[in-house]
C-alpha cells in the first residue's frame, strides 16, 4: 500500500509541526563507525549540525529538536508559512539565494546576493511566489539537506548513487501530548541505541544543546553573583562549578520544566535555533 501524499497530510498555508526522520542506504553506518571500511564519519554528524544550523537561519522553519545517529537521524520541524508570509519579496529572496547562492566564497560558504540576483527573483512573480513556498516547506529542507549531505559524502568516498536509501519519513504531530512524547523519544534515542548513557553524553543531539545552554546560563549568572558581591576568586570558581554540576543532574521531569524537552503545548515556544 503505497503512503500517502505530504500535500494530503501538510497544509503548505499551515502552521504544522512533524517529526522528520531519514536512514542511510542499505542501514549502513555512514554517519559514525563503520565496522565494514573500519573508518568512522562521525564527521559528518557536524556537517549535519552545521547545516541545520544555516537552515534555521533563512528558512521558515523552526528546528524544534534533533538527534543525529550513525545510520539516521531524527529531526522535529515547525513549519512557519505566516512567518514567511510577512516577509517583503526582496527578503524571501536574499534568504533564497543565501541557501542557493549563485556565487560562492573560496571556503564553499554563500557570497550576499548582488541586487540583480535579488530582483531576479523578487522582480518575477511566477519565481517570487513559489520561492515563497518553498522556505516553510519540510520536503524543501529535507531535499536541500539530504542532497548535500549525499554529494559531500560521496565526493569523500569516491563513489556515486544514492547514500539515502528512500525518500524522508514525515508524522504530524498533531497536540502537545504527541509533541512531548516524540520530543522525549527524540532526545533519548541515543541512549536507546546504547550510543550514550546520558542526556549530556548524547552527542549531536538537541537535549545536549541545550543542557549546555543551561550549564553556560547558570556560569553567567554566578559571575554575575560574584562581580555583585565582590566575592574572591577561588569562591567564584567553587560557585560556577556547582551551577554546572546542577545542570547536568536534571532529571527529565525537571528538563521539561527547564525547556530542555519540549512542554505539552500544541504551538511550543521555545527552539534551538531559530
Known sequence: ?????????????EVAIAHVYTRVCRR????????VSGKNFDHRKVWIEEYLQQFAAYFGIDLVGFAILSNHFHLILRS????????TDEEVARRWLMLCPHRRQADGTPMTPTDPE?????GCPIKREETRKRLSSFSWWMRLLCQRVAMRANREDEQTGRFFQDRYHATRLADGASLLACAAYVDLNPIRAAMAE???????????????????????SSD???????????????????STIVARRLRPSELIRAGCLRRAEPICDEIVWR
Open 224 to 242: 554575575a553573583v560574584g562581580d555583585a558581591s565582590g566575592g574572591g576568586g577561588e569562591a567564584h570558581d567553587g560557585r560556577s562549578h556547582r
Open 28 to 35: 549502513c553506518f555512514l554517519l559514525g563507525d563503520d565496522p
Open 198 to 220: 546520558t542526556l549530556e553524553g548524547s552527542d549531536h543531539t538537541s537535549v545536549q544543546r541545550r543542557i549546555e545552554g543551561l550549564a553556560g546560563e547558570a556560569c553567567v
Open 1 to 13: 500500500m503505497s503512503r500517502t501524499a505530504r500535500c494530503e497530510v501538510f497544509d503548505p498555508e
Open 118 to 122: 535579488i530582483q531576479s527573483i523578487a
Open 80 to 87: 512557519r508559512p505566516d512567518v514567511v508570509a510577512t516577509w
